[in-house]
C-alpha cells in the first residue's frame, strides 16, 4: 500500500512539472507585424519573424526552414526588457529539441536586439 502511495505521488509530480514547463502562451495574441526572410544565422532557406501582442507582453516568434529541419524561437519581451527566449528545433525525421536561452547570455542579448530591429519604432511602441 505504502508503494502504491509513493508511485502515485512520484508520477503526480512528474506530471504537474511536465504541465508547467510547457509554453503558456495564449491564444488571445494579436499579429502587429510580420517580416519575411531576413537576415539570420544560420543561414536559413526561407524564414518569418511575428511579433505578437499579448496582455501584458510581446513575442517575436521567428520560424525558419534549415536544410536539416525547422526551428522556432520565442523571444518574449516588455519593452526592451526580455523576459524569456527559447527554441524549438524539429529535424526531418520528427526529432525535437527545445533549448532555453540564457537571458543574460551577451550574444543571445545581441540576437534579441537584431530581430527586434526588424520591426519598427511604430511597431514596437505596443510592446512597451
Keep these: ?4 502511495k509513493l508511485l502515485l505521488l512520484s508520477l503526480s509530480c512528474l506530471t504537474f512539472t511536465a504541465c ?7 491564444q488571445n495574441a494579436q499579429l502587429l507585424a510580420q517580416v519575411h526572410n531576413i537576415e539570420a544565422f544560420p543561414e536559413a532557406h526561407s524564414n518569418q519573424a511575428n511579433l505578437l501582442k499579448y ?21 518574449s519581451f516588455k519593452g526592451n526588457q526580455l ?4 527554441t524549438q528545433v524539429t529535424t526531418e525525421n520528427g526529432l525535437r529539441k527545445v533549448t532555453h536561452f ?15 530591429n526588424n520591426f519598427s519604432a511604430e511597431q514596437l511602441v505596443a510592446c512597451v
Excluded at 496582455?55 to 523571444?75: D, M, R
Excluded at 523576459?83 to 527559447?86: E, G, H, P, R
Aim: hydrophobic fraction near 35%; aromatic fraction near 8%.
Design 55 to 75: 496582455t501584458n507582453h510581446c513575442t517575436i516568434e521567428f520560424k525558419a526552414n534549415l536544410g536539416t529541419g525547422q526551428a522556432t524561437e520565442h523571444w
Design 1 to 4: 500500500m505504502k508503494f502504491k
Design 102 to 116: 540564457d537571458l543574460h547570455d551577451p550574444a543571445k542579448q545581441a540576437n534579441f536586439v537584431a530581430l527586434r
Design 20 to 26: 508547467t514547463q510547457l509554453p503558456t502562451q495564449s
Design 83 to 86: 523576459l524569456s527566449a527559447s
